[in-house]
T-cell receptor, first 116, second 112 residues
Framework: GAGVSQTPSNKVTEKGKYVELRCDPI?????LYWYRQSLGQGPEFLIYFQGTGAADDSGLPNDRFFAVRPEGSVSTLKIQRTERGDSAVYLC??????????????FGPGTRLTVL | TQLLEQSPQFLSIQEGENLTVYCNSSSVFSSLQWYRQEPGEGPVLLVT?????EVKKLKRLTFQFGDARKDSSLHITAAQPGDTGLYLC????????????FGGGTRLMVKP
């Protein structure tokens, strides 16, 4: 079956602009996660959805970052007033949502965001 | 803040050599996972270890979870060029919801 897909694959924007990054999880997966991976580092947790609600948004760096999942499937990560430090690969993952301790998270290919 | 430190950060070896990658933390994790990531792709899960002292083998890869569930190691026997990639450990904690805490990664290059 289809895996996690993310669009766009690359996004170049100017400082101060608004961007939206989209994630299509594996069909039927109720849990969805966003991570950010800076160059040469491991992924860093941003936010976790269970269904439509954000169960844990403790990783969002500031109020410029916001994510939604209105119908419990597709999610959009929104970044306002982008800064050069926001440049990174934004990864999305989904899991079945059966058991938080044993669920496998399946990652998408990521969106590479470059803020000029 | 829970941190996972991986070592070494970079490793370049010849085909056929053995290697070990380490993942250490001062925190206890309920489970620890190892991922491999190729350029332009997301991490792909290799294994999950749950019990302290647990050892899992995946062909030429051997994964071990420390007795105290604070550290783990990945040992590759007779490395091949196809093993080249970024290896990431990630911990899942009872106190941290469902988020994974990733280490900084070990970039492995196996030369033919």
């Amino acid at each position: 079956g289809a895996g996690v897909s993310q669009t766009p694959s690359n996004k170049v924007t100017e400082k101060g602009k608004y961007v939206e990054l989209r994630c299509d999880p594996i069909s039927g997966h109720t849990a969805l996660y966003w991570y950010r991976q800076s160059l040469g580092q491991g992924p860093e947790f941003l936010i976790y959805f269970q269904g439509t609600g954000a169960a844990d948004d403790s990783g969002l760096p500031n109020d410029r970052f916001f994510a939604v999942r209105p119908e419990g499937s597709v999610s959009t990560l929104k970044i306002q007033r982008t800064e050069r430090g926001d440049s990174a690969v934004y990864l999305c993952a989904s899991s079945p949502g059966w058991d938080r301790y044993t669920d496998t998270q399946y990652f998408g290919p990521g969106t590479r965001l470059t803020v000029l | 803040t829970q941190l996972l430190e991986q070592s070494p950060q970079f490793l370049s070896i010849q085909e056929g050599e053995n290697l070990t990658v380490y993942c250490n933390s001062s925190s206890v994790f309920s489970s620890l996972q190892w991922y491999r990531q190729e350029p332009g792709e997301g991490p792909v899960l290799l294994v999950t270890v749950v019990t302290g002292g647990e050892v899992k083998k995946l062909k030429r890869l051997t994964f071990q979870f420390g007795d105290a569930r604070k550290d783990s190691s990945l040992h590759i026997t007779a490395a091949q060029p196809g093993d080249t990639g970024l290896y990431l450990c990630a911990g899942l904690s009872n106190n941290a919801g469902n988020m994974l805490t990733f280490g900084g990664g070990t970039r492995l290059m196996v030369k033919p």
